[in-house]
């Protein structure tokens, strides 16, 4: 049986875990009072009983006398061990809270301890019900918010509608008095041009009443300047921001061309049609925000109650057990109280999700509940065993793939012969890309598998839907598939080479294999983890375009990955010059190798991932006018200046060169470092209780924080590789490079779960559980 404790534990909200009932340290309470109690003292002359002393004729009498009245009056005369008392505080004066204080009517042995956990649980109790209602009330704020967007939106849409069918019905009859005008001698200053004016004027002033009334502001609507044509003059502001969740699984983004804009009077061109596509399009945007909004509502609303069944079940729990020590009945005087307090008493939360629920299925669902279910409570994926069964039937055809191969490559000399050179020039590059991805991919089932152990909720900080988040074991599946079909070619490439076949044919088996992958990558087909795939060439996107795009936790955090894996890069650009030269008929690597344009290629190469990377720190500055992005964005430059001094000093070892790189390699990791423990880990705090590190750990043992700052230490500096070079032949040289590569691959993946877990403890420090999605509408007062 599973303790209380424990289920506690697994099923709190992980953002709410202050907020929640201390049930462990009102248990540790509990056994104190346990502990205290002292047995009664044996008397050292007891008196004698006789069973015949004292007995009289009535007692049977009296005794059955006194069995009725404790029958008859145990329920109602039972007297009351304990009386909380409630009294109402306002420290602002407008916020009244009520808090509740027990005292001790009948002694206890124990009185003490007992009064200890009393207090203690008092503070427990005031403390959910003060969070409950914070919550409750931002949620039903937040209601009412989106009730008047949602009403805005609906005059919009009807009023989109109504002027579709009148440019209808206008130009159908401005084609008739057209032709009847033709044949007439008075073609201009009709009346019918000046009744057509008139109603447009008066359609705008129903336009304006209408959706004044719900709180929509007009730029000048006091004033309502007029046009020549004597149409009145009017904006209304919609803001549009740059990402707007999509309704696709994946995370997703739609973006928008501006933050705020201003949506010209819908009136102003009635007959063009262009005008038309783009308010249609503003509203469908406005929509899919409000929709979003109302999900994230239910979202906050769900966990709001099941916040409160989970602290009312502690509260029974914890009084039980001190009932049971103190042999006493003190948990139904309590328990009244606590079903009476406001976190428990309250019926807005329930009212608000059925209101909300009704809502989204009339204006979203086409009042279809089923489906307006699916947006509002989304399905958890359930874990497959037949994922965890190809996982390690891959891992097993990896390792004997792999075990054949290396006898495969001894026996043919592949690399001790003379064709080694070109062996590792043409296919290493490869076969290379492929393992360093399959390495990273099992290095984030790692942090997937250690954030999903430690409560982490990287869903929610990734902005990933529940229903297609990628889990640790499709992460493994999706490594280990890799690494076995890459080691298969390789298997296949040596039996192939020593059976005899040409090269030219042979060596088309890494380009066969890279074309597969690309073809999985981009299939439109449902399968292989579509919504993953394509949200990854998503944020790919996003990267590439950061300055445009609004940069999201999920599109820095892919970023930081690609600085870590040029080597990958840089293999990738080897191979497709290999394949699109066709060097793989000619086998003359060198063509690509001695090139100006490859050589070049290089350090664009090189720069591209931190120059990415510093162009989302300045776009996040511009969003948020934060100058620690700007101070991050120069850790970057530092990197990018680092990398091209250490490709020169590849090529021209000089001793003004090497001085460069020493001065630069040194500034940049020392930049790294400060940055990887103080800003990224939140690490490195001398006042900290944990010594140098944070007060808010997720890891119990500190020394393993200790130990991952050392090997985050050791793995940074892994560059005077490149100015000692331990290298003997081109085979310990290539080796030794993916090696380099392989180990911060590593750093990266150890460096992820400290990156996540401080973001996580950021969002338990302000309890955020629940997305704020940003709303099209500006309310006329908070507008300058």
């Known amino acids: 049986m599973v303790k209380f404790s424990k289920e506690l534990e697994a099923q709190l909200i992980p953002e709410w875990k202050e907020a929640f009932v201390n049930y462990c340290q009102l248990k540790k309470q509990v056994k104190k009072i346990k502990i205290s109690r002292k047995p009664k003292p044996a008397s050292l002359y007891p008196i004698p009983h006789d069973p015949d002393f004292g007995r009289s004729l009535f007692d049977p009498v009296r005794k059955l006398a006194r069995t009725f009245s404790d029958k008859l009056f145990s329920s109602s005369e039972k007297p009351e061990i304990i009386q909380v008392r409630r009294r109402k505080s306002s420290e602002d004066g407008d916020d009244v809270e009520e808090i509740y204080q027990t005292e001790l009517v009948q002694l206890f042995s124990e009185e003490d301890e007992v009064k200890v956990f009393f207090a203690k649980l008092d503070e427990e109790l005031n403390k959910v019900n003060q969070f409950h209602k914070s919550k409750e009330t931002e949620f039903v704020g937040r209601g009412e918010i989106l009730k008047k967007q949602l009403d805005i939106l609906a005059e919009l849409k009807q009023i989109l509608s109504d002027r579709k069918k009148r440019s209808l019905s206008g130009s159908n009859s401005q084609r008739s008095f057209s032709s009847s005008a033709r044949n007439s001698d008075f073609s201009t200053g009709s009346p019918g041009e000046l009744s057509e004016t008139q109603s447009e004027t008066s359609r705008t002033d129903e336009i304006i009443d209408a959706l004044e009334r719900n709180g929509v502001s007009f730029i000048n609507s006091a004033t309502r300047h007029k046009t020549k044509g004597g149409k009145p003059k009017m904006s209304l502001r919609v803001d549009i921001p740059d990402a707007v969740a999509g309704a696709d699984g994946g995370g997703a983004r739609s973006i928008a061309t501006a933050t705020s804009v201003l949506w010209e009077e819908l009136v102003n061109n009635p007959r063009s049609g262009g005008g038309d596509f783009i308010n249609r399009k503003k509203i469908q945007c406005a929509e899919k925000m409000i929709r979003k909004a109302f999900v994230e509502l239910y979202k906050g609303l769900g966990l709001l109650k099941t916040y409160s069944?989970?602290?009312?079940?502690?509260?029974?729990?914890?009084?039980?057990?001190?009932?049971?020590?103190?042999?006493?009945?003190?948990?139904?005087?309590?328990?009244?109280?606590?079903?009476?307090?406001?976190?428990?008493?309250?019926?807005?939360?329930?009212?608000?999700?059925?209101?909300?629920?009704?809502?989204?299925?009339?204006?979203?669902?086409?009042?279809?509940?089923?489906?307006?279910?699916?947006?509002?409570?989304?399905?958890?994926?359930?874990?497959?065993?037949?994922?965890?069964?190809?996982?390690?039937?891959?891992?097993?055809?990896?390792?004997?793939?792999?075990?054949?191969?290396?006898?495969?490559?001894?026996?043919?000399?592949?690399?001790?012969?003379?064709?080694?050179?070109?062996?590792?020039?043409?296919?290493?590059?490869?076969?290379?890309?492929?393992?360093?991805?399959?390495?990273?991919?099992?290095?984030?089932?790692?942090?997937?598998?250690?954030?999903?152990?430690?409560?982490?909720?990287?869903?929610?900080?990734?902005?990933?839907a529940p229903s297609t988040a990628l889990r640790y074991r499709d992460a493994f599946l999706m490594g280990t598939t890799f690494m076995t079909s890459v080691v298969a070619a390789m298997v296949i490439h040596l039996i192939l080479r020593a059976a005899g076949f040409s090269a030219s044919e042979v060596d088309t088996i890494p380009g066969i294999l890279l074309?597969?992958?690309?073809?999985?990558?981009?299939?439109?087909?449902?399968?292989?983890?579509?919504?993953?795939?394509?949200?990854?060439?998503?944020?790919?996107?996003?990267?590439?375009?950061?300055?445009?795009?609004?940069?999201?936790?999920?599109?820095?955090?892919?970023?930081?990955?690609?600085?870590?894996?040029?080597?990958?890069?840089?293999?990738?650009?080897?191979?497709?010059?290999?394949?699109?030269?066709?060097?793989?008929?000619?086998?003359?690597?060198?063509?690509?190798?001695?090139?100006?344009?490859?050589?070049?290629?290089?350090?664009?190469?090189?720069?591209?991932?931190?120059?990415?990377?510093?162009?989302?720190?300045?776009?996040?500055?511009?969003?948020?006018?934060?100058?620690?992005?700007?101070?991050?964005?120069?850790?970057?430059?530092?990197?990018?200046?680092?990398?091209?001094?250490?490709?020169?000093?590849?090529?021209?070892?000089?001793?003004?060169?090497?001085?460069?790189?020493?001065?630069?390699?040194?500034?940049?990791?020392?930049?790294?470092?400060?940055?990887?423990?103080?800003?990224?880990?939140?690490?490195?705090?001398?006042?900290?209780?944990?010594?140098?590190?944070?007060?808010?750990?997720?890891?119990?043992?500190?020394?393993?924080?200790?130990?991952?700052?050392?090997?985050?230490?050791?793995?940074?500096?892994?560059?005077?590789?490149?100015?000692?070079?331990?290298?003997?032949?081109?085979?310990?040289?290539?080796?030794?490079?993916?090696?380099?590569?392989?180990?911060?691959?590593?750093?990266?993946?150890?460096?992820?779960?400290?990156?996540?877990?401080?973001?996580?403890?950021?969002?338990?420090?302000?309890?955020r559980a629940v997305k704020t999605v940003p709303l099209p509408f500006r309310d006329m007062d908070s507008d300058d």
């Open 515 to 767: 074309l597969i992958f690309i073809c999985v990558l981009i299939c439109p087909f449902d399968t292989f983890y579509r919504p993953t795939r394509f949200c990854f060439i998503r944020i790919l996107r996003n990267i590439v375009c950061s300055p445009f795009y609004k940069v999201l936790m999920v599109d820095f955090f892919m970023a930081d990955q690609l600085t870590s894996q040029i080597p990958l890069l840089r293999h990738i650009e080897s191979t497709a010059c290999y394949f699109m030269a066709q060097s793989f008929r000619t086998h003359e690597y060198n063509t690509c190798k001695n090139g100006r344009i490859y050589r070049e290629l290089a350090y664009l190469i090189s720069f591209s991932p931190y120059f990415w990377r510093a162009m989302q720190c300045i776009r996040r500055w511009w969003d948020e006018s934060n100058t620690d992005h700007l101070v991050n964005m120069g850790k970057y430059v530092s990197a990018m200046v680092a990398a091209g001094v250490r490709i020169t000093y590849a090529r021209e070892s000089t001793t003004g060169w090497l001085a460069v790189v020493l001065v630069s390699s040194v500034v940049a990791t020392l930049y790294q470092l400060y940055w990887d423990f103080v800003k990224d880990w939140g690490l490195l705090n001398p006042k900290s209780k944990n010594a140098w590190l944070r007060d808010d750990l997720v890891l119990k043992n500190k020394n393993i924080y200790y130990l991952s700052i050392a090997l985050n230490l050791v793995l940074r500096v892994a560059w005077i590789e490149t100015i000692v070079r331990f290298r003997v032949n081109p085979v310990q040289s290539h080796l030794l490079d993916f090696l380099l590569a392989s180990l911060e691959v590593i750093r990266r993946g150890h460096w992820n779960f400290y990156r996540v877990e401080n973001e996580h403890l950021n969002n338990v420090g302000h309890f």
């Open 309 to 464: 069944s989970l602290n009312m079940i502690a509260f029974t729990k914890i009084l039980k057990k001190f009932d049971k020590v103190s042999g006493q009945q003190a948990s139904s005087s309590y328990l009244k109280v606590v079903k009476r307090s406001q976190f428990t008493s309250s019926d807005k939360v329930v009212r608000l999700m059925d209101e909300v629920e009704s809502i989204f299925t009339k204006h979203f669902a086409n009042n279809d509940r089923k489906k307006a279910m699916k947006f509002l409570r989304p399905h958890q994926q359930k874990d497959s065993h037949m994922v965890t069964f190809f996982v390690g039937l891959f891992t097993g055809c990896f390792v004997s793939l792999f075990s054949i191969y290396i006898i495969l490559a001894h026996l043919s000399g592949i690399f001790t012969s003379g064709a080694q050179v070109l062996y590792l020039e043409t296919v290493y590059p490869v076969f290379s890309v492929f393992a360093l991805l399959s390495l990273h991919m099992f290095m984030y089932g790692c942090n997937l598998f250690m954030w999903k152990s430690t409560r982490i909720n990287y869903t929610f900080i990734f902005e990933f």
